[in-house]
C-alpha cells in the first residue's frame, strides 16, 4: 500500500483545515486507516483513525471535537478535517494502515505502511 498525505501549510489560529492521504496499491478493506503526528521536539502520537469497510472511528482524547476522519471508498482516500486549530496542533501529520487491527487498540507500532507526512504549522 501506498500513502500519499497532502493538505498541509500555514494557517492561523482558529482556521479550519482538511487534510488528505491517498492510497493506492491494493484494496483497503482488511485495513485500519490512521492519523499519526509529530510536533517538534515530541514523539510521534495517535490522532484518529477509521475502518475501511465499517467506517468506525477512534480519536485521541486531546482532539476530540476538532478532529473529524473520514474516508471516501471510490476515491481510496481518508481525510482528517482540523477544526479551531491551535497553535500546538503544529506537527508533521502522517497517515498510516494497518492491516487487520484493532482500532480500539491500535498504536503507530501496529502500522504495516506510512505515508511521508504533511506539516501544518499554525501561526497564533
Known amino acids: 500500500v501506498q500513502l500519499q498525505a497532502s493538505g498541509g501549510g500555514l494557517v492561523q489560529a482558529g482556521d479550519s483545515l482538511s487534510l488528505s492521504c491517498a492510497a493506492s496499491?491494493?484494496?483497503?478493506?482488511?485495513?485500519?486507516m490512521g492519523w499519526f503526528r509529530r510536533a517538534p521536539g515530541k514523539e510521534r502520537e495517535f490522532v484518529a483513525a477509521?475502518?475501511?469497510?465499517?467506517?468506525?472511528?477512534r480519536y485521541a482524547d486531546s482532539v476530540k471535537g476538532r478532529f473529524t476522519i473520514s474516508r471516501d471508498t471510490a476515491k481510496n482516500t481518508v481525510y482528517l478535517r482540523i477544526d479551531s486549530l491551535k497553535p500546538d496542533d503544529t506537527a508533521v501529520y502522517y497517515c498510516a494502515a494497518d492491516r487487520w487491527g484493532n482500532i480500539a487498540s491500535m498504536t503507530s507500532s501496529d502500522m504495516d505502511y506510512w505515508g511521508r507526512g504533511t506539516l501544518v504549522t499554525v501561526s497564533s
Open positions: 477509521i475502518t475501511w469497510g465499517g467506517g468506525s472511528t
Open positions: 496499491g491494493r484494496s483497503l478493506d482488511e485495513y485500519i
